[in-house]
């Protein structure tokens, strides 16, 4: 049985994103994973299905696989635009599709977040804007921008004073240049913290601990190492030297869980305040349920 303290960090903590590369499955097929996956003892583990807004109509097809027990809950992702006009026009019917989804599938389907990616020229004006398009629809929104200028962003989110609105860094990929560094990661994190600006990660984040792979012949980052650095320094208050630390270190027995703390090398903190910690530390994408679960198993630590 997982130690109370790995709970604390990993309840929900998993988008499901089965759609997207590298496992780039069907709708259908992906769906009926993520049906078994919300029966599964695990689930606690489990988070949304990420599901593009285009495919919400087919979606509609498979939802009779979920019930009022086991419903599916969805991270709509809206298409990447260009620039602002076209970033709200998407926003716009992004809001509309959603709302039309949630009507025709009521009580199997609730849409909990909405990602959408955020072109350079969208200012604050424009973030404004997009609250009112989104309107009654009080979805978690998390804007996704290159790494290079997450910190800009979160400031930016921090201004527009919006409870719901939150960043997304994509932490990889399918190929080496898609993985920001360990210093860009720690500042994204640290933004967050500093602006109370909740923050999720997409991709490459399959494993527990920080290793290189040869699937993308690079170090791909560790969901242990960004999760825990993530509640771990906003509770001791870490600068960047040390977020870098954590999130660069290799070896699973630096992770340890208890009942009551989890700890990384001397550094401790308690599951309550793991969980107040986690509420601007939210979850991670992953094409993969069952990959993050294994190797949890493999280090012994669930």
Known sequence: MAAASLRALLTRAIDYAGMFPPCSAEL??????????????????????????????????????FDKHHPLRVSALAAKTENAKDFLNELKNAAETIR?????CLDLVSVVQLEMFVPSDVDLGKLNEATDLLGD??????WETPAESAEQMVASLARAKQPAFGYKLRTGGVTADAF??????????????????????T????????????????????????????????????????????????RPSSFEFHDTVFAWRDWEVTIDRIKA????????????????REDLRALGVF
């Open 28 to 65: 259908e097929p992906a769906l009926k994973n993520q049906a078994e996956y919300v029966r599964a003892p695990d689930s606690w583990m489990l988070s949304a299905f990420v599901l593009p807004v285009a495919k919400l109509g087919d979606a509609a097809k498979f939802i009779s696989q």
């Open 100 to 104: 039309s989804f949630q009507k025709q």
């Open 180 to 201: 920001p560094s360990s210093v860009q990661i720690s500042r994204a994190i640290l933004a967050s913290t500093k602006h109370h600006v909740p923050i999720k990660f």
């Open 137 to 142: 629809l009080k979805l978690q929104t998390f």
């Open 203 to 250: 991709a490459g984040l399959h494993h527990p601990v920080r290793g290189f792979r040869d699937e993308v012949k690079t170090e791909m980052h560790g969901f242990l190492n960004v999760l825990g650095a993530g509640v771990l320094s906003a509770e001791h208050h870490w600068d960047e030297a040390q977020t870098i630390e954590m999130l660069e270190d290799q």
């Open 277 to 292: 910690r986690r509420k601007f530390v939210t979850s991670f994408g992953s094409c993969s349920f069952d990959e993050p």
